[in-house]
């Protein structure tokens, strides 16, 4: 009996600790940057610049191989030249970004001939996801799958 009694409490302790990491990991950690390493850094930074309309921010490196964007408020993707390859990547690893007013942004994809679409990528319309969030997909110059969505932000 006081075997299972200690054994519901350490459950109880862990459980109850492990929330708290959560909790703590929550508020306390936030996306620093994203690091891609790219096949060909002047096609991929053109493309984050360009299509994505991401700004570029200064790097310390100054050496040419680095390209660093500005994603948010403290966040940055840092491009980096040196891939010998561009690989296929499933669509299930991608990275997501939102934007005000997604039907701006297909439109600005449009003009840009940019291809994009659903999860299948058989249509160009925007799904909408479980959490009623619109997305759609497309893919950076290396073939990185990007989530573009309309969450309030």
């Known amino acids: 009996m006081i075997c299972k009694k200690f ?7 862990i459980a109850f600790c492990m ?4 909790m703590y ?3 306390n950690v936030k996306t620093n940057h994203i690091a891609l390493y790219v ?6 930074a053109a493309f984050y610049k360009d299509v994505m309309e991401l700004k570029e921010i200064p790097e310390p490196f100054h050496d040419g191989k680095h390209v660093w964007l500005r994603t948010g ?4 993707l840092h491009l980096i030249q040196g891939a010998a390859e561009v690989y296929a990547h499933d669509i299930n690893s991608h990275f997501a970004y939102s934007v005000t ?18 999860w299948k990528q058989d249509s160009k319309s925007p799904q909408l996801r479980p959490d009623g969030i619109k ?6 110059p290396d073939n990185n799958w990007i989530e573009v969505n309309d969450d309030k932000f």
């Open 7 to 13: 054994f519901i409490n350490a459950m109880l302790l």
């Open 19 to 22: 929330g708290a990491l959560n």
């Open 25 to 27: 990991a929550q508020d």
């Open 39 to 44: 096949n060909d850094l002047t096609k991929s």
């Open 73 to 76: 408020d403290h966040s940055q």
């Open 101 to 118: 007013d997604l039907a701006n942004f297909t439109k600005h994809l449009d003009d840009l001939h940019i291809k994009y679409g659903n």
């Open 135 to 140: 997305q759609v997909y497309l893919q950076d």
